[in-house]
Structure formats: structure tokens, C-alpha cells
């Protein structure tokens, strides 16, 4: 069982920076790989990236290649999602998850945090 909480978003103008985080409590944290989605308004949850427990492979959405990164840290049972040169198509509200396997279907995906907002102004 794992509960997820994410923290870190807020407003930004295009071009800025935000470092999303989640912590994880339960002691399966670093057997999970970690994801995060998602969700524009007006529109449903879609994959931006996601990690293996070994901090080893990462996957990413195709929009968010080259400008996101996501790491882990499992001393602290945390991911983090840094990202860079925010546009507008950015703004959503943001959500972690874990899952067996890096993958980029929500669906596989077994917990969920409750989200956090952010808001890109152009």
C-alpha cells in the first residue's frame, strides 16, 4: 500500500521552471516504478514520464522530451518532476503514481496521489 502526495506546483510565465515532488509512505516505495500524468482543463489524463525503481530507465511524452526530467530519490521515498522552458499546453493539474513497470497507460497504474496545479501564463 503506498500513499502518494504531491507538492510543488503553482503559477509560472512561459519559458520559467517548476520542480514538482511526491512522497511516498509505505515501505514498497522502492519496489515501484513511478509516474507522473497529467490533466489539462477540459481534458483527461494524459502520460508525461515515468521511472523504474532502479532509477535507471525513464520514458517520456513526446511533448515534454528534452524540457522535463523526473528522478527519484529512494532514501526519501520521493520522484520529482523538474520542469524547464514552460509553455502555456503546459498548464494542468499534475498527479503521481506508481505501477510495476514504467508505463504510460494510466490504467496500469495502482495508486494515486491527489494532484497538484499547475498554471503556466503566457
Known amino acids: 500500500q503506498l500513499h502518494l502526495v504531491e507538492s510543488g506546483g503553482g503559477l509560472v510565465q512561459t519559458g520559467g521552471s517548476l520542480r514538482l515532488s511526491c512522497v511516498a509512505s509505505g515501505r514498497a516505495f522502492n519496489r515501484h516504478a513511478m509516474g507522473w500524468f497529467r490533466q489539462p482543463p477540459g481534458k483527461g489524463r494524459e502520460f508525461v514520464a515515468a521511472?523504474?525503481?532502479?532509477?535507471?530507465?525513464?520514458n517520456y511524452a513526446e511533448s515534454v522530451e528534452g524540457r522535463f526530467t523526473i528522478s527519484r530519490d529512494n532514501a526519501k521515498n520521493e520522484v520529482y518532476l523538474q520542469m524547464n522552458s514552460l509553455i502555456p499546453d503546459d498548464t494542468a493539474v499534475y498527479y503521481c503514481?506508481?505501477?510495476?513497470?514504467?508505463?504510460?497507460?494510466?490504467?496500469?497504474?495502482?495508486?494515486w496521489g491527489q494532484g497538484t496545479r499547475v498554471t503556466v501564463s503566457s
Open positions: 503514481a506508481a505501477a510495476a513497470a514504467t508505463y504510460s497507460r494510466s490504467s496500469l497504474y495502482d495508486y
Open positions: 521511472i523504474d525503481w532502479s532509477d535507471r530507465n525513464t
